[in-house]
């Protein structure tokens, strides 16, 4: 709803114009009964932005989807952003997000959660990496989630693999 904007400087559009551009863009979706998923949450945790901002925004991103008509939502949650983040602070966000946005939810708008592991999160380090995405995954796992994005170990050093994204996969089982 706010980034690739003048506010992050990554587009042309004002603020006004991009919240207005993406409540159509929700509306046409919804029109078409297509699911939404806004991962606006995130860019704030990804940039270092206070958790209290990360967890109105998942919940004013929620808010505009349900006012646009929108029947399923994805609700992603990225774990371990921003990097360092302990676990219990970590999970105490999402479940935070978690509790505004199923707010919302009623029998013409489904949420359904979404998770990941955040490559921020990921040390360079072979062994070290898949430890990450194993214990991020367990972790992830206290939100009873419907889909879990497996993430490859290897995507913070570069593109994964055929092979990676199985044993990915794996780990991530």
């Given at each position: 709803m706010y980034w690739y904007s003048a506010l992050?400087?990554?587009?042309?559009?004002?603020?006004?114009?991009?919240?207005?551009?993406?409540?159509?863009?929700?509306?046409?979706?919804?029109?078409?009964?297509?699911?939404?998923?806004?991962?606006?949450?995130h860019h704030w945790s990804l940039r270092d932005g206070p958790d209290t901002i990360a967890v109105a925004t998942a919940y004013l991103a929620a808010y505009n989807a349900r006012a646009a008509g929108v029947s399923d939502y994805i609700a992603q949650f990225m774990f371990n952003t921003p990097r360092g983040t302990s676990f219990v602070r970590d999970l105490g966000k999402i479940l935070a997000k978690l509790q505004f946005i199923e707010s919302l939810a009623d029998e013409d708008f489904r949420i359904w959660r979404q998770v990941r592991?955040?490559?921020?999160?990921?040390?360079?380090?072979?062994?070290?990496?898949?430890?990450?995405?194993?214990s991020s995954?367990?972790?992830?796992?206290?939100?009873?989630?419907?889909?879990?994005?497996?993430?490859g170990y290897s995507e913070a050093d570069h593109a994964a693999t055929a092979d990676e994204v199985i044993r990915s996969c794996r780990l991530t089982h």
């Open positions: 992050d400087g990554r587009g042309p559009r004002s603020l006004k114009d991009s919240i207005s551009e993406s409540q159509k863009l929700m509306q046409w979706h919804a029109e078409r009964s297509v699911p939404v998923e806004v991962n606006e949450s592991s955040g490559l921020f999160s990921f040390p360079p380090e072979t062994e070290m990496v898949r430890g990450q995405l194993a995954t367990v972790l992830q796992m206290a939100t009873d989630p419907h889909i879990v994005h497996v993430v």
